[in-house]
């Protein structure tokens, strides 16, 4: 008697013998107690006490929702750069328009050089400008 409390206290809690056994007919039974002929024990590991098991699954939920956290926190900051910037490019794109239509309905253009001096453009220079303010609302405002 003192050899099976000894036994029970050495064993892990939770830890059965299981035994497998086939047996006339062919068919495979499992058991915690042997039957009388020839039966197989297996080895069948104990699982972690409830609360070692809970405290680890909290863990690994709780590293999964903080990486959730991450990375919705790291697209909301994706898209407000991105708003940023085409808000940016939309300010661009306005005044190149508003520089575009201005260039167009004035009878003539005016520029000023380093010196300050007044410089009426005309010809190829007066092309070439309104060629570049053109280019300018092209660029900035005809990519999507």
């Not at 940016?88 to 520089?99: M, Y």
Request: glycine share 4%; aromatic share 4%.
């Amino acid at each position: 008697m003192a050899a099976l409390a000894l036994t029970a206290l050495l064993l892990p809690a939770g830890a059965a013998d299981i035994y497998r056994w086939v047996d006339e007919s062919g068919q495979v039974h499992f058991g915690d107690r042997p039957p009388t002929g020839d039966a197989e024990r297996l080895a069948v590991p104990s699982s972690p006490p409830p609360a070692a098991a809970a405290g680890a699954r909290h863990e690994r939920t709780r590293r999964l929702l903080d990486a959730f956290a991450a990375e919705r926190a790291e697209r909301r900051e994706e898209r407000a750069e991105a708003a940023a910037r085409k808000a940016a490019r939309e300010q661009r794109c306005a005044q190149a328009r508003r520089d575009r239509a201005s260039f167009e309905n004035a009878s003539r253009v005016v520029r000023y050089d380093d010196a300050g001096n007044r410089i009426v453009l005309d010809g190829e220079a007066y092309e070439a400008a309104h060629r570049r303010v053109v280019e300018s609302v092209e660029q900035l405002c005809d990519r999507s």
